[in-house]
């Protein structure tokens, strides 16, 4: 007779990451503990041990699921191209694609926690604060690299950073209420167009 073998690391990895589904879905305030409970099939004793509050669950999510979301997302592509402005081409280019193939745009995980939470709860918004500053400086140290390598022309990098990233969630949270990925090309485009002259003629573009 085979012994039932308990894996509680990936029970509580499984109940993160169906719930950050879930959340992304319905919103963090519409999705009850119930609703995980029924979604993740485990019991009521094995949700409460791994996770005794919704609060510690959500936590859990943005510093697990969210994160690893937002470097597949917004920040691997970024860094695994040629240059900054390469990045930004191909950070746009990986969302559209995967907006097109779906049947809801829900919009950027990232802003869609940190719209319904920032005013609600502290640490939940210093958590999400941290993604943001951490995407940021990504992109920040990355068009620093293409200065001191030559091939563009930026007196602060960190500023160009962060209208990238503001520009992104925007134009998701844009894609959201149209259900449209329009929006979103055309702001990966002005992007691309007001980068562009900051690099020099080295680049091919």
């Known amino acids: 007779m085979t012994k039932r073998r308990n894996d509680p690391i990936r029970m509580r990895e499984r ?3 169906d719930a950050f589904a879930a959340f992304m879905q319905h919103g963090y305030a519409s999705t009850g503990m119930q609703d995980i409970r029924q979604i993740t ?4 004793g094995a949700l ?3 996770f005794p509050a919704k609060r510690d669950l959500l936590l859990e999510v943005i510093r697990t699921q969210l994160g ?3 470097y597949r997302t917004c920040i691997e592509p970024f860094l695994a191209a040629p240059d900054a402005l390469q990045g930004v081409r191909a950070m746009f280019g ?3 694609s995967e907006l097109r193939d779906a049947e809801v745009i829900t919009g950027c995980p990232l802003n869609n926690l940190a719209l319904e939470l920032s005013t609600l709860d502290v640490e939940a918004r210093e958590e999400l604060d941290r993604l943001f500053q951490k995407w940021r400086e990504a992109i920040a140290e990355r068009i620093g690299k293409d200065v001191e390598l030559g091939l563009a022309q930026f007196p602060d990098p960190g500023k160009m950073a962060t209208l990238i990233v503001a520009s992104f969630s925007g134009a998701m949270s844009m894609a959201k209420a149209s259900q449209s990925v329009e929006q979103l090309e055309s702001c990966g485009n002005q992007i691309e167009d007001l980068m562009s002259p900051h690099y020099t003629r080295l680049s091919e573009y």
Not at 41 to 44: A, F, I, L, P
């Open 41 to 44: 099939g485990v019991s009521g």
């Open 15 to 17: 109940i993160s990451e």
């Open 48 to 50: 409460a041990h791994h």
């Open 68 to 70: 690893r979301a937002v």
């Open 94 to 96: 990986v969302v559209r």
